[in-house]
């Protein structure tokens, strides 16, 4: 593959000088969404994954979808979902797109892709799907992070950030895993990223955010190294 292009190229526009985009995961509340949505966050993550202390049902995902203004991506996750269920949410709840979090197949992505859906396709440090795999898959964009924890993610866990700058040198990059706002921004500096990915760190209680912390995050993301020529993820 040629290092100058990327998966989902069309779809996703450089932005000069600018912080990485920020996604706000595993919201469960429609009031805490839409705060996070005032601050000015560019996606939020709604988990399908059952065994999540996160996880929303149909219902209430499509009620936090409703409740957002039209910047802002609703980004559906699933693990090892088949794409026909995937489908069937993206268009029953209104999301934007879906992020991939198991160890889905090329295959589903691509499926997905030609259903007209922007994937993102997580990959780990220390398991299968691993950063080395990305040529295998056409995926809109890629979330790095590492893998250790008891759920796919949002297990706070830590990791050697600087491992995902190879990934995010020739790919759109979401940068994951233990990221708070005391050091985002020295991941960000390390791993290169088009955006930040958090969840647990923004957090009171599993699935609950705590807004000051969003706050707190999102401020040190604009303090951050920038990535140069940011690749716009979330639409």
């Known amino acids: 593959m040629n290092p100058l292009r990327y998966p989902g190229e069309q779809s996703a526009a450089y932005t000069p000088e600018r912080p990485p985009q920020v996604k706000v995961c595993g919201l469960t509340r429609i009031d805490e969404a839409t705060a996070c949505a005032e601050l000015g966050v560019d996606a939020v993550g709604l988990v399908f994954y059952r065994p999540s202390p996160r996880f929303v049902t149909d219902e209430r995902a499509r009620e936090i979808c409703l409740s ?6 609703t980004v559906g996750v699933f693990v090892n979902e088949p794409p026909g269920g995937i489908l069937d949410r993206v268009h029953r709840c209104g999301l934007k797109a879906v992020q991939l979090h198991g160890q889905e197949p090329p295959g589903v992505v691509d499926e997905l892709l030609r259903a007209g859906v922007t994937v993102i396709k997580a990959l780990f440090q220390n398991t299968a799907p691993a950063f080395a795999s990305a040529d295998e898959y056409g995926a809109s964009a890629f979330l790095a992070e590492c893998a250790g924890g008891p759920l796919p993610g949002g297990n706070a866990i830590e990791w050697d950030w600087g491992a995902a700058a190879r990934l ?21 500096g390390r791993a ?4 930040v990915d958090v969840s647990s760190g923004v957090e009171s209680m599993p699935g609950r955010k705590d807004i000051d912390k969003v706050k707190q995050f999102l401020e040190a993301v604009s303090r951050g190294s920038a990535s140069g020529r940011n690749r716009r993820i979330f639409r």
Do not use: F, T
């Not at 957002?68 to 991506?73: A, F, I, K, S, T």
């Not at 995010?168 to 020295?186: D, E, I």
């Not at 290169?192 to 955006?195: I, L, M």
């Open 68 to 73: 957002l203004p039209e910047r802002v991506c």
């Open 192 to 195: 290169r990223p088009d955006a």
């Open 168 to 188: 995010s040198g020739s790919y759109p990059v979401v940068l994951a895993g233990g990221l708070n706002s005391s050091n985002v921004s020295k991941a960000i």
